[in-house]
């Protein structure tokens, strides 16, 4: 189990020894400490390894992640799991801003809150928010699926195409395009699906509300002028 | 991008060690701005005495007999030098004297900051090498304010860079650009304001001055300023007793803050606050958008 210590080890050798990883090979689970806020921490992840981070990260921890399952025992800093392919990225603590961006795959668990912008052009891929989320959260989505347990600050949703969003708590506004929708029984089954997934406990599928897109802004129409 | 840090001490013991701390976050911050840096700090004031720090291109002949010159000319002053810049150091009554007087003795001298506790120390060049020039590192104080630049709004020059003092003990650093700064301008120059610089980040810090000078406290003020200007910011603030954050709605600007027993904490990134005392179990929090934040040595209990 490899151990690097990023107080005396550069970033760069972490990195290149997660991407140098064989099919087949024993190094299934690394870990790493004192991170203190490193930006770009195991980014470009292309194997089914496990890595658990001790301590906080900065910018961009596990972009692109594609199959492995990566633990921040700590809060994230701007860009958590950007770009996700699939795979696992677990936050123990708080995310930064645009937390699962343009992911589009895999699943992202922030279990404390995220701020502005989490899942911004989302393309498939599952978060779930144990906590609130910030302004402008799933800004034009476009697939997968945004769960939030507590609370969503204001315009959820501008500009959505067909991510699929359930939130717990209030939402402070909706953005433009985005209208609450009817829960259905698929709906109820995805959400326990995903809360169990994300560790979710004594949270039923029934309390969430769902939003989507009210698909107006798809293309251009004069009447929709305003909006835009 | 720019870097900014802010470190507010609640717990005495930690006064020693402000500069050292408030170095160490800003060096922290370096790559986030190579173009200039300033730091601001809030030392103990001594009764009946104001300091002003002045910066000139020419030290050696500026500052040297400086004390003498002023004295000849009926303000007695003493003059401490620290690389380019030199700490003026008058009675408090005769404050509103030295620009004037500082104008016709040392025309190349430019005022940084003056107050009763503030000096402020700005230069273009790396953090660590701003803070060594200046020692930094071995000043003490109650808090202060950092800042390493990279230019968007103005020319990379001393005066360009932050923190930006418009008023007594006041200062702000800004990460962001400010979109309707021309126009405020133009209304602070109309209300006696003055302004040494074209840079978007001065304007915030006289708007600021301003506001308080019409009985505003620190709080009241931000709280005006989210309505007042326009455009992206970051800001952190001090003055003689007080330390505020504030972020626009928008918020694209980062901001991480920590708080213990001890100490009030603001970095434009995590990275800032790792080297802090007790970070492991301080409440540590990124502020939220449009919502002012502000500390007061004297208001707290």
Known sequence: MPVFDLST??????????????????????????????????????????????GSVGYYCAGMNDGGTVTVHGSAGPGVAENMMSGTVIVEGDASQYAGATGRGGLLVIKGNAASRCGISMKGI???????IGHMSAFMGQSGHLVVCGDAGEALGDSLYEAKLFVRGSVKSLGADCIEKRMKPKHL???????????VTGVKPEEFRRYGSARKLYNFHIDNADAY | MCGIVGLFLKDRSLEPRLGELLSDMLITMTDRGPDSAGIAIYGA??????????QSPNPTADFANLATDLSGAGLPARVTEKNTHAVIEIAADRQGEIRALLTRLRPSVRIMG????????????????VISRFGVRAMGGTHGIGHT???????????????????????????????????LRRALLRGGMTFETDNDSE???????????????????????????????????????????????????PAV?????????????????????????????EPEPATVYFWDHEKAA
């Open chain 1, 9 to 54: 080890t550069p970033l760069r050798e972490l990195n290149s020894a997660l991407h140098g990883l064989e099919p087949g090979t024993n190094d299934t689970r690394f870990e790493v400490v004192n991170p203190r806020g490193h930006h770009a921490v195991a980014v470009g992840i292309d194997s089914p390894v496990s890595v658990e981070v001790h």
């Open chain 2, 45 to 54: 004031p001594a009764t009946g005495l104001a300091k002003v720090t002045a």
């Open chain 1, 189 to 199: 089954e995805k959400l326990a699906e995903l809360l169990e997934k994300a560790g």
């Open chain 1, 126 to 132: 599952d978060i779930v928010v144990h906590g609130s």
């Open chain 2, 203 to 253: 304007v915030a810090a006289a708007y600021l001055t301003a506001e308080m000078a019409s009985g505003k406290d620190l709080g009241e003020a931000l709280t005006g300023a989210l309505d007042d200007l326009d455009g992206f910011f970051t800001f952190v603030v001090g003055t003689r007793t007080g330390f505020g954050v504030l972020r626009d709605p928008i918020a694209c600007k």
């Open chain 2, 149 to 183: 630049r990279m230019a968007t709004e103005s020319a990379v020059t001393t005066l360009g860079a932050h923190p930006f003092s418009t008023g007594p003990d006041q200062c702000l650093v800004h990460n962001g650009s400010l979109s309707n700064h021309n126009n």
């Open chain 2, 114 to 129: 003056a107050g009763e506790s503030v000096e402020i120390f700005k230069e273009v060049g790396l953090p660590g090498d």
């Open chain 2, 257 to 285: 803050m920590a708080e213990t027993e001890r100490y009030v904490a603001f970095g434009s990134e995590y990275r800032a606050l790792a080297n802090l005392p007790g970070i492991e179990t301080a409440r540590v929090w």
